[in-house]
């Protein structure tokens, strides 16, 4: 699947969950396409149907996929993070849990990259320093078998943090 497709795929989700996360009335099947179609959204059919697989999937697996965030969050409960925080810290989570075709770097940088165009300032290192955790937790390839000096998902999360360290409370 071409990277353009799951970026927007990936913006798009986060839009819906973020909605979801307001009200949570809807369902997610249908939340991406009612949204699509209430906003006539410039989507392509796949990235369309990209986004609604990851945004059902992290609805799906939201209690795993929230309890992995809390385990690898310091000092931050779920309901005191930012909602977009949250729901990027859920579709990358999700991600790294069920799509082990995306490298972890990839999913790290594409969170990140939401993090900048949706979150504050802070978001970036916030969510880098969190999913980092993560990834190191599920043991996937290309975190734990990088030789040192390689640019891994380990030295992302170096090269974004800002004061202070990701995933603790300023």
């Keep these: 699947m071409a990277a353009g497709i799951r970026r927007r795929g990936r913006a798009y989700g ?3 969950l973020y909605a979801l996360d ?3 009335g809807g369902g997610p099947t249908h939340a991406v396409a009612e949204y699509w179609q209430m906003f006539q959204l410039e989507l392509d059919a796949p990235s369309l149907e990209f986004a609604g697989r990851l945004v059902a999937t992290t ?12 385990s690898a969050s ?22 790294l849990r069920h799509s082990p075709d ?7 940088n594409e969170a990140v990259e ?17 999913l980092d955790r993560i990834a190191h937790q599920l043991r996937r390839p290309g975190v734990d078998d990088e ?24």
């Design 14 to 16: 986060l839009q819906v």
């Design 114 to 130: 939401l993090a900048k165009r949706f979150g504050t300032a802070d978001s970036p290192a916030f969510v880098n320093g969190i």
């Design 22 to 24: 307001i009200n949570e």
């Design 102 to 108: 995306v490298p972890v770097k990839v999913v790290i």
């Design 59 to 70: 609805r799906e697996r939201l209690a795993e996929i929230d309890d992995a965030i809390q």
């Design 74 to 95: 310091r000092n931050w409960r779920l309901d005191r993070m930012s909602r977009v925080d949250r729901n990027i810290l859920r579709l990358a989570t999700c991600e």
């Design 147 to 170: 030789e040192p000096g390689d640019a891994g998902a380990g030295e992302v999360a170096a090269g974004e943090a800002g004061a202070g360290e990701a995933g603790e409370e300023p």
